[in-house]
């Protein structure tokens, strides 16, 4: 039994691996992506988030996760995984949001989710080709309409 256990974890983790690196093609349409567009992602992207019908001044940061947890079991390196957070002065008052579960669709083309104290919802990002500039719309979840959101990244 132990045995199996073993094989069973090291499966799990060639597996993981194998799905964490990435793969040449889009699942979905059958297309390459373009080749290590998304290394160039973390980072902080100045820009103008629309909230309330005004542009809203802006910061995005997308980050990589170091590690990842398997709950009460065990924390391995998660390569890849990417993070986030924004803040955005709206009526002078700051207010901070989440990222998370982002997934690349298309080359160039990043969704996640958003999480804030006005609620969860959707956002889509459009980089540019050296990844320094993103077009991005968002949503809120369970309403159709769309609203802009876009950065530029910071020169360090």
Not at 30 to 49: A, F, H, K, N, T
Not at 83 to 108: C, M, R, V
Not at 121 to 135: I, Y
């Given at each position: ?87 955005f002065l ?47 719309q968002w ?18």
């Amino acid at each position: 039994m132990r045995k199996n256990y073993k094989i069973l974890l090291a499966a799990m983790c060639v597996t993981m691996l194998i799905l964490i690196s990435g793969c040449s093609t889009n699942w979905l349409t059958g297309q390459p992506y373009q080749e290590g567009w998304s290394r160039g992602l973390p980072g902080s992207y100045d820009g103008v988030i629309v909230s309330g019908g005004n542009n809203c001044d802006g910061v995005t940061r997308i980050y990589r996760l170091s590690i990842f947890e398997i709950p009460m079991v065990v924390k391995l390196p998660r390569i890849g995984t990417l993070a986030g957070d924004y803040e955005f002065l709206e009526n002078g008052n700051k207010i901070s949001g989440t990222l998370y579960d982002f997934q690349a669709h298309d080359p160039l083309v990043l969704k996640c989710k958003w999480r804030d104290k006005y609620g969860t919802g959707s956002l889509e990002m459009l980089f540019s080709e050296d990844v320094a500039q993103f077009a991005g719309q968002w949503g809120v979840d369970g309403y159709a309409e769309k609203f802009g959101w876009n950065g530029g990244k910071k020169v360090q």
